[in-house]
Each structure stands twice: as C-alpha cells, then as structure tokens.
C-alpha cells in the first residue's frame, strides 16, 4: 500500500534562516503532490501543488521540488519568520480514484525569533 | 466569505451514544470529504462524496456514516460501532480532481 514519510521530529529554526522540510513516498508514483500548512486546533490550508512533470515550483517565500526518481518533495520556506511556525503536511494522489488524497503525518516546524 | 463551517467546535458524547457531526459548504464545490486527525497520524479519509446522493467509504469508513442530500451539506454520524471514536474530525471539500482541498476548522470529539 502507498506509504508518506515527513521528518518526524519537529524542525527548530532561526528567524531569517531556510526551513527544508521532506517528504517522502514509496509504493507508488503519484501524478501530483500537495502541501498544506496547519495551525493548532484548525483545519489546513492549501500552499502548493506540483505535478510529476515538473521539477520545481515557487510561491513567494516557498519552493517546492518533486523528484519522482528519489520519490521525494522537499519543501523550502526561506527567510523565514516567526509567523510561519505551524505544522506542514504533504498529500500524494491516487491514482483514479477521484481526488482521493494521502496525507503524511506532518512536521511542526518553530521558527525563532 | 466562502468557506466550509463544521460545527460545533467541541462535542462531548457518551460511550453508546450515536453522534453527528454537521459540515456545510457555501463553495459551490462538488466533491465533499471527511477525515479523521489523531496525534502523529497523518489524515485518514473517512468518506467522501463527488456528487449529491453518492457517497464512498475512505480507508476507515467502519462505525461511520453520512448523507450528501444536499450539495452544501455532508454530515458525519459516529455510531457506536466506532471502537475509538475520540478525534480530530476535518471536512473539506473541492472542485473535483486534482483541486485543492478547502478544510473547515474541524470538530474535536470526546467520548468517555
């Protein structure tokens, strides 16, 4: 069955410096993969998508890559802030089954100041 | 605002008792979903619906259901067949396909 990996530790960083948080997957090769931030005690919200055929995709302060060879995202937040401490999940597709997404356990990043 | 609201925020049940929980939508989005959030555990899909008056199991629909008779409305009944029903309970909707998924706030549920 598929399988998602996210860094198990929570991650501790420098206000300023870049957060790389990783995800990895096994079993499968999803056709696109997602990545939502959550806060304490509220829903995620939707950051990026990147599709198998691209490398790489920017939004502002945050870079993801997709290497479907490693069957890895590495998400980057760079100069980060205080603001963006909160928990980060990836989501994989499966494959025709109308959306359905995998969700992998999270990592509770801490950006300080 | 669009958006999802799941409510109420906090739900306190009884051992036994059947409980459902209420998500409505004011997105227009077809596809509605229910997951299931326990500590160090990614989401686990527990229904979803593409389309009004159909619905599927997820991964762990046992001890669970829902209805979709309405397109702005996908409420989750937690029976009592739900060997460990205490939870983080996330509904989220989209468009279909490869959209992204738009989350409600979420109901915590406490069965004791």
């Known amino acids: 069955s598929q399988k998602i990996e996210q860094n198990s530790e929570a991650l501790n960083i420098q206000e300023g410096k870049t957060a790389t948080l990783t995800c990895n997957y096994t079993n499968y090769s999803p056709a696109y993969l997602q990545w939502y931030r959550q806060d304490p005690g509220r829903g995620p919200v939707f950051l990026l998508l990147?599709?198998?055929?691209?490398k790489e995709k920017r939004k502002e302060r945050l870079k993801v890559t997709f290497d479907t060879t490693l069957k890895q995202s590495l998400f980057h937040i760079t100069a980060s802030q205080p603001a963006d401490s909160a928990t980060y999940l990836c989501?994989?597709?499966?494959?025709?089954?109308?959306?359905?997404?995998?969700f992998g356990q999270g990592t509770e990043l801490s950006v300080k100041p | 605002d669009g958006g999802i609201t799941q409510s109420p925020k906090y739900l306190f049940r009884k051992e036994g008792q059947n409980v459902t929980l209420s998500c409505e939508q004011n997105?227009?989005?077809?596809?509605m979903y229910w997951y299931r959030q326990d500590p160090g555990q990614g989401l686990r899909l527990i229904y979803y619906s593409q389309i009004v008056n159909d619905f599927q199991k997820g991964d762990i629909a046992e001890g669970y259901s829902v209805s979709r008779e309405k397109k702005e409305s996908f409420p989750l009944t937690v029976t009592s067949a739900q060997k460990n029903p205490t939870a983080f309970y996330l509904c989220a909707s989209n468009e279909g396909g490869n959209s992204p998924l738009h989350f409600g706030n979420g109901t915590r549920l406490t069965v004791t």
């Open positions: 989501a994989l597709d499966m494959m025709n089954q109308g959306g359905k997404l995998i």
């Open positions: 990147i599709r198998e055929n691209e």
């Open positions: 997105l227009n989005h077809d596809a």
